[in-house]
Structures are given as structure tokens and as C-alpha cells.
């Protein structure tokens, strides 16, 4: 039975946008075919989901009677009060989703329970039609077609049918392994692109990611206090590229979390090198009271009653396996795979506990005979923590969040308030001025140094001319200029840092981020994304030693104004303008060879002006001095 929520109750959700993107449709409607305890499910997708969305499902139907209502927002079945929020046992709870997609689509709901007959009621931007009869199997079938075709600037920001295509398949994967019960069929264009049976979770994998991965996976079962995390690890020789092959589900839910991202890929800084990543396929369960789902409007993430915990628990059993320390034994299940995974000798540019020369049989024994103590040593929360200068605030329970702020994730393209700065226009600025006047280049051999005055100025004679150059300014302009082409030729490189730096951001930050790593990367940033947070563990060459607070902190406060302009363009004028922070101070004499250099790369352009748009150089006519001296009117 439908109802609506009273005000106190959906206040208290974490809400927000939930459907941004033909995934996040997609997100949704599978839970709610989950959550009707179907055991087959449909999922088909045409041009990336944007033509047309279509889920069906053999769960328990909506009655004639609950259709009107379930397009109404903050409409469920699943919570009556606030106190069920503690204790959320479907994926979903909020009432929303419904809503929120008719409203932006042409949807079309056809229903049928055990009981009744089927009915189908249609929307067309979040318009009803009436409830009429139908034809159709028990369960329900939702069609969404034409997604945004109401607001032409969400539809803007969709990224291209193949990219939206490739989001939805990697959501569609994590609902295959997550529910490895339930039998799904995916279709992309009317072609089958998955098809799992419900017979158990290794069949799951096989069908995501072929059967051969599960021969260099471990599957571990582990009970530690009272928190149970099982499924598969990558042995230490299996890795990926990338994240994606990485899936964490919590009490049935896929989440991104950092906590226990951050305990796996430690277990596993032992075995692998930076840019490789562990895969693995993760089942957390815990007492639905120490687990808090109402923390995102995506329901992306969940939050823990004790993060340091759940570091420990699983920090301690993924490193137990991949070391193969005594406690493996218990954590592993046996079967072939497992056996073979134990037994495989470790990688020899990589730090191990097996002692090296031990043959592979014998060293499958020593495992159970190793010492805990001979294992890596185990790593504290704390430890880890303050390594990557991480900060994970424990939670407790009692925080359910009220009404969120959450800023649609729609990016509005919004122009420049004044008194901003619009790096974009600055660009253009000084690139028009750099278009100044030929003659004011001149040859630099005609220039003879005639001093130095206030520690700052260099003076330089040329014919009937004199030149003074702020050495200050100077150096700055010829440091920003090189390190500009070294952006725009993609010459950058990477200096890795000692302490990885860890970059904290917002809903709305994490997504922009998230969408321009390439163009981070490319500039010579080692990053990758955590949860909802940055670790960089490599910065450009020349930006070493920078403040990166001050930067990402200046990068993402023109973010709105970015929307408008080029990242590209403004990150290579601030990487720039830090660099040369790191230029020669104004008050610093200068050697003779310094200054020739100075010179020399200046290249007799005494029209430049330093970054700011301050001169550079100013030139002095020997007649200017003689009117100063009367000596001419
Ligand atoms: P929520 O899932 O948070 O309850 P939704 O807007 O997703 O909110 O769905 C509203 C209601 O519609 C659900 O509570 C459920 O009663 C009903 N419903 C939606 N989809 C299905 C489905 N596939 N099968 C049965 N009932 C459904
Ligand atoms: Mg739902």
C-alpha cells in the first residue's frame, strides 16, 4: 500500500537529484523491481538510455489503486515513520524516484499483481493520464522514453549514447553480482549484452567479467565482530587499469566507500604498484543499526557507526590473504582457485613474506604454519590515516541528515558575475597584447647593461635609448610563458610527492573534478578519486612543493565560471602563475650570468609584462632625460 510521507519524515531524507544521468533511471527503477522481490529481470536500453529506458520485472505489481499515487513524490510503501529509517531493509525508501523521472520523461507503467488484473498508466512530463486496462504478466514494466525531453539543458549535459551506454552497463554489472539470485537479461538495442541465471555468484562473475577471472581470485568468507565480508579478491598478480573493476556492496547495496576502499588498497600496497588496482567483488554485512544509508540522495554511499572498525576488519583479513599469513586459512574458501592463488609464487619486484627459493608446494604449506608475526605488519587506521592524510570523521547513528543540501548535479552554464575574475577573458587579454607592436623587439646584442638600481632594475643601454627591467617581473614572465608551452605541448611531467595529498570535496566539486581527471592527468597530476575525495600522489615537475589547497581551492572556486570557459585554459594559466612564485624575488641581486641569461631569454622583447599585466620593462628616450634637465623644451 502506497502512501505519501508526512512533511517530518521526508524531511529527515537525505534528498537531492537522483536522476541525473540514464544510469541513475536505470538505478532506480532496478531497486525498485528488486525491492518487489522479483526473480527475474528485464533491463533494455536504447540510445544510451536517452531514447528509452525499459525495466520489467516478475516482483509483486502495483494494484489499480496505488498507480496514481506512486507518481506522486514522496510516495512509498517502504516507510511510514521516522523511525524506520533506522532500520531500512529495501534499497529504496525515499518515495522519489518515480516522481523525479516522470517529470522529466514520457513514462509509462504497466502493473500487475497476483490478485488483480494489469493496468497501466501513462505520464508525459510528469502529467497523468488515467488508469486504463491492460494486457500483461504479473509484475511491472516500466517504459521511460524521450529522458529530459522537457529540459533541453539537462539533455545538454548527457555525454555521448556510448558513454551513457557504458555507465548504465557498469551499473547494470554491479546489480548482476550484487543480487547473484535473481536472473537479469540486458539488452542494449535489442541485443543481449548480459544474461545471468540466479544460480550464485560465481556464475555472476563469469557472466560480467568471463569465467577466467575467477581462477586469479581468492573468494574469502570472513566473520570478524560480528562483521562478515565475503566474495572475491584479486590474487597478487591480478590487477586493472582502473577502478571499475572494483565493486563494494553493503548490506546488498553497491556503494562507493572510502573507508573500506582505503583498507583494501592498502592490504594491497604491498603487491601492487601505482596505476594498478586490485579487482575485487566485496559483500559487507553488518548490523543494519551501525550502517547509516540515508547519508546520500543517490544512495551512493553509507556511512558507518565506526569507521576504524571496518578499516580493521577488513584491512585484516584482505592483508591476512594476500599474505597468506596463518589467518588466510580461515578467511579463504577452499576450492581450486583459491588453492592456486595461494600457492602462486608473489611477483618478484614486489615486497613478500614468503621467503624466496621455498618451492610453490612447500611454500602452500608454510602458510598455514607462518607465524602471524612474519606477515606485513598490520596497519592502524590511525596509521593509514595519517599516511594519506586522511580524515574520516566517525559518525555515530543519531545523525540522520535533514533534508541535505544537494545541488543538482544539472551543470547550468552561468556567465561571470562582475567583480569575478573570468580567467578566460584574462587569457584573451594578455594573448591580444602579446600580439603588440614588432618594433618594440629589438636586438638584443645592441644592449649594453649599464647596472642595477634598488636591487630591482636593470638598466640596459641602446643607441639613444634606455631600457630599465623589472628582474622581478621579467623572470616571472619568461618562467610563465615557458611553463605554458610546456602545458599546451603536453610536456609535463609528474614529480610523486611523499605524502600522497588528500583533496576534500563536495557533491558538486567531486563531479567536476571527476569529469576533467584527464585533463588533470595529462597536466602532469597523479589523482584519483576516493569516495568522495582526491588523492594526489604526483603533481607537475615544476609545482613541486606547491600549495595545493591554495590551487585546487582557486581551481574549483572558478568552477561555475568554468562551466563557460575551458579548464584546460585556466589550469595552465594558474600552474603557471604558482610556478612563478617560485621566480626570482624583486630585492634579490642578480649575477652577471644571471642577468645575461635574463637577457638572453627575453630575446630583446623589452615589451613584455609580467603575468599580473604589470610592464615588465619601461623604455626611456634619452631626449625624456634631457627635457628632465632643461637641457631641451
Ligand atoms: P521508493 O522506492 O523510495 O518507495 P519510488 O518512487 O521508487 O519510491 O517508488 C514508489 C512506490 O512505487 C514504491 O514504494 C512501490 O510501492 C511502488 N513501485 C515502484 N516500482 C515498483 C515495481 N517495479 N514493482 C512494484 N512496486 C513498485
Ligand atoms: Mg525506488
Excluded at 491 to 498: E, I, R, T, V
Amino acid at each position: 500500500m502506497i502512501h505519501i510521507l508526512t512533511p517530518d519524515v521526508y524531511n529527515r531524507i537525505a534528498a537531492g537529484e537522483v536522476v541525473d544521468r540514464p544510469y541513475s533511471v536505470v538505478k532506480e527503477l532496478v531497486e525498485n523491481a528488486i525491492d518487489a522481490g522479483a526473480t527475474e529481470i528485464k533491463i533494455e536500453i536504447e540510445g544510451g538510455g536517452k531514447k528509452r529506458i525499459r525495466i520489467t520485472d516478475n516482483g509483486c505489481g502495483i494494484g489499480k489503486e496505488d498507480l496514481k499515487p506512486a507518481f506522486l513524490p514522496h510516495a512509498t510503501s517502504k516507510l511510514e515513520t521516522a523511525e524506520d529509517l533506522m532500520s531500512v531493509a529495501t534499497l529504496g525508501f525515499r518515495g522519489e524516484a518515480i516522481a523525479s523521472i516522470a517529470s522529466v520523461s514520457k513514462m509509462e507503467i504497466v502493473s500487475k499483481t497476483a490478485a488483480g488484473e494489469a493496468w497501466s498508466l501513462a505520464s508525459e512530463g510528469g502529467k497523468m493520464g488515467e488508469v486504463t486496462p491492460a494486457a500483461g504478466a504479473g509484475g511491472t514494466c516500466v517504459t521511460v522514453d524521450d529522458l529530459f525531453f522537457n529540459t533541453p539543458a539537462r539533455l545538454k549535459f548527457l555525454k555521448s549514447d556510448a558513454q551513457e551506454e557504458g555507465d548504465v552497463t557498469g551499473m547494470v554489472s554491479r546489480f548482476i553480482l550484487s543480487r547473484p539470485e535473481i536472473s537479469f537479461t540486458y539488452l542494449i538495442n535489442g541485443k543481449v549484452r548480459y544474461r545471468s541465471f540466479g544460480d550464485g555468484l560465481k556464475s555472476a562473475v563469469a557472466v560480467v567479467y568471463g569465467a577466467d577471472v575467477l581462477d586469479k581470485c581468492f573468494e574469502i568468507n570472513a566473520d570478524k565482530h560480528g562483521i562478515v565480508l565475503h566474495g572475491f579478491l584479486g590474487n597478487r598478480n591480478f590487477y586493472k587499469p582502473n577502478r571499475s573493476y572494483q565493486s563494494l556492496f553493503v548490506n546488498g547495496r553497491y556503494v562507493v566507500n572510502q573507508t573500506v576502499a582505503l583498507a583494501v588498497a592498502n592490504a594491497y600496497k604491498n603487491y601492487l604498484m601505482t596505476r594498478q588496482y586490485p579487482f575485487y567483488i566485496l559483500f559487507l554485512e553488518l548490523p543494519s543499526e551501525i550502517v547509516d544509508v540515508n547519508v546520500h540522495p543517490n544512495k551512493a554511499d553509507v556511512r558507518f557507526a565506526d569507521n576504524r572498525i571496518v578499516y580493521g576488519s577488513v584491512y585484516s583479513v584482505v592483508s591476512a590473504v594476500l599474505d597468506g599469513s596463518s589467518g588466510a586459512l580461515e578467511y579463504v574458501v577452499p576450492g581450486a582457485e583459491a588453492k592456486n592463488a595461494l600457492t602462486e609464487p608473489p611477483r618478484a619486484e614486489v615486497k613478500s613474506t614468503f621467503s624466496a627459493g621455498v618451492p610453490a608446494q612447500g611454500r602452500a604449506k608454510s602458510v598455514s604454519a607462518a607465524p602471524v608475526s612474519a606477515s606485513a605488519p598490520r596497519m592502524s587506521y590511525a596509521e593509514a590515516k595519517k599516511e594519506l592524510q586522511f580524515d574520516i570523521s566517525p559518525i555515530g547513528k543519531t545523525s540522520v541528515i535533514s533534508h541535505r543540501e544537494q545541488s543538482p548535479a544539472v551543470l547550468e552554464v552561468r556567465a561571470p558575475q562582475t567583480g569575478e575574475t573570468d580567467y578566460f577573458e584574462e587569457n584573451r587579454r594578455q594573448l591580444l597584447e602579446q600580439g603588440r607592436p614588432k618594433q618594440e623587439k629589438i636586438d638584443p646584442a645592441s644592449l649594453a647593461f649599464k647596472g642595477e638600481l634598488f636591487r630591482t632594475y636593470l638598466i640596459y643601454e641602446a643607441g639613444d635609448e634606455a631600457y630599465l627591467v623589472d628582474q622581478h617581473a621579467a623572470h616571472e614572465r619568461i618562467l610563465y610563458d615557458r611553463l605554458r608551452a610546456k602545458c599546451e605541448s603536453r610536456a609535463a611531467l609528474s614529480q610523486p610527492m611523499l605524502l600522497p595529498f588528500i583533496l576534500h570535496t563536495n557533491g558538486q566539486e567531486f563531479a567536476f573534478l571527476l569529469k576533467n581527471l584527464a585533463i588533470l592527468r595529462s597536466f602532469g597530476f597523479e589523482i584519483e578519486d576516493f569516495g568522495d575525495s582526491f588523492k594526489i600522489s604526483a603533481v607537475p615537475v615544476d609545482l613541486f612543493g606547491m600549495d595545493l589547497d591554495g590551487f585546487f581551492g582557486e581551481v574549483l572556486s572558478s568552477m561555475d565560471t568554468l562551466r563557460a570557459i575551458k579548464l584546460p585554459d585556466l589550469l595552465r594559466d594558474r600552474l603557471a602563475t604558482m610556478a612563478c612564485k617560485a621566480a626570482v624575488k624583486g630585492g634579490e641581486r642578480l649575477t652577471e650570468a644571471e642577468v645575461r641569461k635574463l637577457l638572453e631569454e627575453m630575446d630583446g622583447d623589452m615589451g613584455i609584462k609580467c603575468p599580473h599585466g604589470r610592464p615588465a620593462c619601461v623604455r626611456i628616450r634619452k631626449s625624456e632625460l634631457e627635457k628632465l634637465f632643461k637641457r631641451i623644451v
